[in-house]
Nanobody
Framework: QVQLVESGGGLVQAGGSLRLSCAAS????????MGWYRQGPGKQRELVAG??????TNYADSVKGRFTISRDNARTVYLQMNSLKPEDTAVYYC?????????WGQGTQVTVSS
């Protein structure tokens, strides 16, 4: 079992920034992939950014150049979100993928006002 706790969401004006944190109950270096996903109102959950245990990253086209995923220590992954847009409004979830399974956090709400 991997427990994930997200934090850092909130209300921000368009053009502003937020940093989300995802704290894992185990070393993230033992997790194949850590990812940030989001689900906007009436939309399906989508991948925002991911980082492998080897440090490789990938991003959705819609956030490239604005969002950055990073690891600060053995148990925390961050999502730095800059130049936020109203369409970034969503519940943001952290996901940990291990061989044969995956785990989700509870989500954190991000609301971007125009």
């Amino acid at each position: 079992q991997v427990q994930l706790v997200e934090s850092g969401g909130g209300l921000v004006q368009a053009g502003g920034s937020l940093r989300l944190s995802c704290a894992a109950s185990v070393s993230i270096f033992s997790i194949n992939v850590m990812g940030w996903y989001r689900q906007g109102p009436g939309k399906q959950r989508e991948l925002v950014a991911g980082v492998t245990s080897g440090g490789d990253t990938n991003y959705a086209d819609s956030v490239k150049g604005r969002f950055t995923i990073s690891r600060d220590n053995a148990r925390t992954v961050y999502l730095q979100m800059n130049s936020l847009k109203p369409e970034d409004t969503a519940v943001y979830y952290c996901k940990a993928s291990v061989p044969g399974s995956y785990f989700w956090g509870q989500g954190t709400q991000v609301t971007v006002s125009s």
